[in-house]
């Protein structure tokens, strides 16, 4: 089935660092989606791509979709405390009604 | 309210008892999607409903697993004879059109003892 390959798993950065992180897949997906979650509450959509290639900015949160539509990262610059959380990338089912595949996440820690 | 609710936000409760989730989507928002999501890993697919009815139930992980929504708006999902791998949090989201993002509640933090 499809399964959308997140890393790094963790990461522990200093503030004011940037990070990357990215998510692989095995087959194409036309949309790439990035969420937030924080911890007991739901994910946030940070980021939405939709065409190969394209290059989206939110703040200091930038995503890519890969030219292979098999690949997206997302840089956050500057990172601030508040920036701590799990990641996730998320791409939608090959069934038709939206469903949603997620990454297995990318916790992020920022040490003050 | 203004986002997806979901109660209880916590749930202990007995191996082999059934229990109750319900969630109350953004109003108006027709496509509803439940997800479980097991310590430390991603959100797993578990049914769509689009109305009252639920055209993909293939994330469903046994029988014992059932979800309706009634009057296109408010959703339970029901697990009976719980077990303890069924401990996880499970979320609800919603969304208006096809072309539009899902809206995620805080989830229901579900234990079994």
């Known amino acids: 089935g499809q399964q959308l390959n997140q890393s790094p798993q963790s990461m522990f950065i200093q503030e004011g660092e940037d990070v990357s992180m990215n998510c692989t897949s095995s087959?194409?997906?036309?949309?790439w989606l990035w969420y937030k979650q924080d911890p007991g509450e739901g994910p946030v959509l940070l980021i939405a791509l939709y065409k190969a290639g394209e290059l989206t900015s939110n703040g200091r949160l930038t995503a890519q979709f890969g030219i292979t539509r098999k690949d997206s990262f997302l840089n956050i610059s500057a990172s601030i405390p508040s920036d701590v959380g799990i990641y996730f990338c998320?791409?939608?089912?090959?069934?038709?009604?939206?469903?949603?595949?997620f990454g297995q996440g990318t916790e992020l820690s920022v040490k003050p | 309210g203004a986002g997806v609710s979901q109660s209880p936000s916590n749930k202990v409760t007995e191996k082999g008892k059934d229990v109750e989730l319900r969630c109350d989507p953004i109003?108006?928002?027709?496509?509803l999607y439940w997800y479980r999501q097991s310590l430390g890993q991603g959100l797993e697919f578990l049914i769509y409903?689009?109305?009252?009815?639920?055209?993909?139930k293939s994330g469903l992980p046994s029988d014992r697993f059932s979800a309706e929504r009634t009057g296109g708006s408010v959703s339970t999902l029901t697990i009976q004879r719980t077990q303890q791998e069924d401990s996880a949090v499970y979320l609800c989201a919603s969304r208006l059109l096809s072309n539009q993002p899902q809206h995620f509640g805080d989830g229901t933090r579900l234990s079994i003892l």
């Open positions: 109003s108006g928002h027709t496509a």
């Open positions: 998320a791409g939608p089912g090959s069934n038709q009604g939206g469903k949603l595949i």
């Open positions: 409903f689009q109305g009252n009815s639920a055209p993909d």
């Open positions: 087959s194409i997906f036309n949309t």
